[in-house]
């Protein structure tokens, strides 16, 4: 089974409209974590947000926010307000065991395309 | 500051040569990844390194693709007898080793002929 899914692709959003990109994964440790990249034309992979496994709240990073459900195994993120500069690949990753993992998963990624 | 540097930025080979690519961390990282990207594909795990040992060797895909990490710093990817498969952006990466996300290099995009 796959460990980190994006089922999408590709996305289009308007400008100043917001986007979600989804995310599943898939452990059966109870300790993890979960990251957000951007990798723009350039080639440059760009960090974005992290959430814990053991994270009450929802992470936030400006105008980005990660929607972790748990039960379901999802983190999908959330870009409020897009902006042109936020057209890029997404990738959705993950780290097995926070303290003792080593190995990251990256999902396949989503192709963000912002409209003007 | 100074982030994860990579060297050479671009390489061409022909097929059949040995290539080695570099990886700076960042000062104090102890964790360092090597992935491989593939024209509009996602990343492809390659190897793990903790300090100085590679604990996680999984993800590399023949027996002519060798890495090692000296002095808990700086890393080498060897390829040998490079084939046209070969040809993709090879990134470095760097974490502490808690939280543990990654900052990427800018990649080394390796050009088989």
């Known amino acids: 089974a796959q460990k980190i899914t994006q089922t999408q692709p590709g996305m289009f959003v308007q400008e100043k409209e917001a986007v979600t990109l989804d995310c599943t994964y898939d452990?059966?440790?109870?300790?993890?974590?979960l990251f957000w990249y951007k990798q723009p034309s350039s080639g440059e992979m760009i960090f974005l947000i992290y959430q814990g496994s053991y994270d009450q709240q929802n992470a936030t990073e400006g105008r980005y926010s990660l929607n972790f459900q748990k039960a379901r195994k999802s983190a999908n993120l959330v870009i409020s307000a897009s902006q042109l500069g936020d057209s890029a690949m997404y990738f959705c990753?993950?780290?097995?065991?926070?303290?003792?993992?080593?190995?990251?998963?990256f999902g396949t990624g989503t192709s963000l395309t912002v409209i003007p | 500051g100074a982030g994860v540097s990579q060297s050479p930025s671009n390489k061409v080979t022909e097929k059949g040569k040995d290539v080695e690519l570099r990886c700076d961390p960042i000062s104090g990282h102890t964790a360092l990844y090597w992935y491989r990207q593939s024209l509009g594909q996602g990343l492809e795990f390659l190897i793990y390194f903790q300090g100085n040992s590679a604990p996680d060797k999984s993800g590399l895909p023949s027996d002519r693709f060798s890495a090692e990490r000296t002095g808990g710093s700086v890393s080498t990817l060897t390829i040998q007898r490079t084939q046209q498969e070969d040809s993709a952006v090879y990134l470095c990466a760097s974490s502490l080793a808690r939280r543990g996300e990654q900052f990427f290099g800018p990649g080394t995009r390796l050009t088989v002929l």
């Open positions: 990753a993950m780290r097995e065991g926070i303290i003792t993992g080593n190995q990251f998963y």
């Open positions: 452990t059966s440790d109870p300790s993890y974590g």
